[in-house]
């Protein structure tokens, strides 16, 4: 069945992806798709980035089929073998590009709402989504306007309790930071961006940069702060702007790392493609009456426990989508150099060749 929202006259939207390896379990009724379609057409059109055509759009963002990347497969352990990651464990709904004073923490809680929430408890006040699980990946880019490209996904089916995306949301923030895996691919872009990234680099994020993980009673968020690492600054600092000609794919998943957790799944992917740094929407920060809940908490939107940290980073505003993947993947390659990672997470892995 088709996924996407029935398009505007002046949107593009791009095919559906699909997968050979989708297990039935991942497979929803008829009705369940309907549903799950009722609630997030709104929520996929009402970003700030539109939703364009996989192979032609720009200025916005698609989904990748999950195939193009290669994850570790059923022998990993045995062979070193990496297989296409076939479907995702959850859909996409929506990307927000965004830009502040100040860092954007925990944008699922925020006490003004959010726009994915309010779109999910509308469904819910109509009998619709009534199982959604959301999750929300937070890329912060500091600088003196701060931005944030927030992912979000959602996972209608129940997740298994042992399975290792329940043990990810459900574990704390050592097992979180010991498993959340980047792969990203250079789709469209000069050489320079191509000979600087590579393809199909693969780096632990959370034992590369600081992750703050906000937990709440049908979500997870995850918010990735680029300007935690020194040696992700400098290179983010000084790398070229080249934004407005590259598309950049990227998935996340939790790493498999004993042979019962194999194959890997991914839980979400995202192309940006040539995206215009001005098209960010400008959100106020939340500095008066709101903090920010513990990220080791199970919460409720509007509760307060911590108060929200402020960046202040050095780096200009003017970063781009080309900077934020050469620092992921140089990054893991460099990070000897910081004391963050260790083993085979020294370097980023060329997914099909180890």
Not at 171 to 176: H, K, L, Q
Request: aromatic share 8%; with cysteine.
């Amino acid at each position: 069945m088709n996924l996407h929202c029935r398009p505007d006259d002046d949107e593009d939207l791009s095919s559906p992806p699909t997968s050979s390896s989708q297990t039935s379990s991942s497979v929803a009724s008829s009705e369940e798709e309907e549903d799950f379609l009722d609630w997030t057409c709104e929520a996929r059109r009402g970003g700030s980035l539109k939703e364009v055509d996989l192979e032609r759009g720009s200025r916005g963002w698609a989904s990748p089929p999950g195939n193009l990347f290669q994850v570790r497969g059923a022998n990993y352990f045995a062979k070193k073998s990496k297989v296409p990651a076939g479907d995702w464990l959850s859909k996409p709904v929506g990307v927000d590009w965004l830009r502040s004073s100040a860092r954007l923490d925990h944008i699922l809680g925020r006490s003004s709402g959010n726009r994915i929430v309010k779109s999910l408890e509308q469904a819910h006040r109509s009998g619709d989504g009534l199982k959604t699980f959301l999750l929300a990946i937070n890329l912060q880019v500091p600088g003196r306007d701060n931005h944030s490209a927030v992912f979000y996904y959602a996972v209608e089916q129940p997740i298994v309790p042992g399975s290792l995306l329940h043990k990810f949301i459900h574990g704390d923030d050592e097992f979180r930071n010991g498993r959340f895996k980047l792969i990203n691919r250079i789709v469209k872009g000069p050489w320079i961006v191509r000979a600087a990234v590579g393809n199909h680099a693969a780096c632990l994020l959370g034992r590369a940069l600081t992750c703050r993980y906000w937990r709440g009673p049908n979500y997870l968020e995850i918010d990735v702060d680029i300007g935690s690492s020194t040696v992700a600054s400098y290179i983010l600092h000084l790398a070229l702007g080249y934004v407005n000609s590259v598309s950049v794919d990227m998935a996340f998943l939790v790493e498999s790392q004993s042979e019962d957790e194999l194959p890997e799944r991914l839980m979400g992917a995202v192309r940006i493609a040539q995206i215009d740094m001005k098209s960010a929407v400008f959100v106020e920060p939340e500095l008066t009456g709101w903090v920010a809940p513990s990220p080791t908490t199970t919460i409720t939107p509007g509760t307060s426990q911590e108060k929200c940290a402020m960046s202040s980073s050095p780096l200009q505003s003017n970063l781009s989508w080309k900077k934020l993947s050469r620092g992921f993947s140089l990054l893991a390659h460099t990070s000897k150099v910081a004391g963050k990672v260790d083993d085979e997470h020294t370097r980023c892995e060329k997914n099909g060749f180890e």
